[in-house]
Structure formats: structure tokens, C-alpha cells
């Protein structure tokens, strides 16, 4: 497979005081700071409203899980609210940036939705400016989405699977 890139693998796990300060650590290049809300503000947010689920995404299948030397990759938060799973935070660690991480992290949220029989949509949002998401969110599938009861958020773009 030269010149190809590998599939990326991820497994998401919920964040714990084991892998918590590994969550926290995560950071991603300065130049996307205004893209995303830091993760221990996602965090707070989680501890007050249980409708957000909040996960470290590890590389890797779950029978490597059990391995010392497998990475935290990023972070990702979902809520579900009113029959949607929507994707409220998703961040891949500079260091560990276009690698196919940020798409498989996404195509595990969507699996993991797709599971929870209140969810009858799947959507998510993204800052405007923010082109690696658009491209991302565009090519699993997502299309824009107007959504008339939320008050719109200058700069935010909406998206649902279509």
C-alpha cells in the first residue's frame, strides 16, 4: 500500500481519573485554538448536564486496549437531546493530527448513535472558518442543516447525516 495512507482505528472510552489527566493534556495546533472549546470545559459542562457523554479516543482496536504503549489521541463529546445524538466536540491532538484519527473517532460516534434507539438524527456544527472539519463532516455524509428553533450562533455552520 505505498503511497496510501493507512486506515486509522480508533476505540472511544469514557474519561476517568485514570485517564483523565492525559485528557487534559490533549491539545491541538495553535492555529485551531478558536475551532473547539477546551476539554476541560467540556468536561465541566459534562458534570452538569447529563445528556453529554464525554470520551478519550484511544488508537487502535479494544484487543490492544489492554497494551501500555496505546495513545490518546483525542477527545470527543456527544449529547443526546430530543431524538438527536449530536457530535458537540471532537479534537485530535496535534501531535497526532492527519492520520485518519478525526474520521475514525467520527465513524465510531456515528456507530455508537446509531445504537441508541431514541436518536433519529445525527448531527453536529462546526465554526465556518474551519475547512478540515467541513471536509471531514462532508465526507461521511453530513449536509447543512437549518435548524429553526435554535437561535443561530454567528459563524456556526449546522449539519445533520443525511
Known amino acids: 500500500m505505498e503511497g496510501q495512507a493507512a486506515i ?8 476517568t481519573s485514570e485517564n483523565l489527566r ?56 456527544i449529547e443526546i437531546d430530543k431524538a438527536i445524538g449530536f457530535i458537540l466536540r471532537l479534537m485530535i491532538d496535534r501531535a497526532h493530527q492527519r492520520r485518519g484519527y ?5 465513524e465510531e460516534v456515528i456507530r455508537r448513535l446509531r445504537l441508541h434507539p431514541e436518536v433519529q438524527m445525527i448531527a453536529t456544527s462546526h465554526r465556518t472558518g474551519n475547512t478540515a472539519a467541513a471536509r471531514l463532516y462532508e465526507g461521511l455524509g453530513f449536509v447543512d442543516w437549518k435548524v429553526e428553533w435554535v437561535d443561530p450562533v454567528p459563524n456556526e455552520r449546522y449539519l445533520r447525516l443525511a
Open 102 to 106: 478525526g474520521r475514525a473517532a467520527t
Open 8 to 15: 486509522a482505528h480508533v476505540t472511544l472510552r469514557p474519561i
Open 22 to 77: 492525559a485528557c487534559l493534556g490533549l491539545r491541538v495546533e495553535e492555529s485551531q485554538d478558536d475551532f473547539v472549546a477546551s476539554n476541560a470545559d467540556s468536561l465541566a459542562e459534562a458534570r452538569t448536564n447529563p445528556n453529554l457523554f464525554p470520551y478519550a479516543v484511544y488508537a487502535g482496536t479494544p484487543d490492544r486496549l489492554g497494551a501500555h504503549d496505546v495513545p490518546m489521541v483525542g477527545f470527543t463529546m
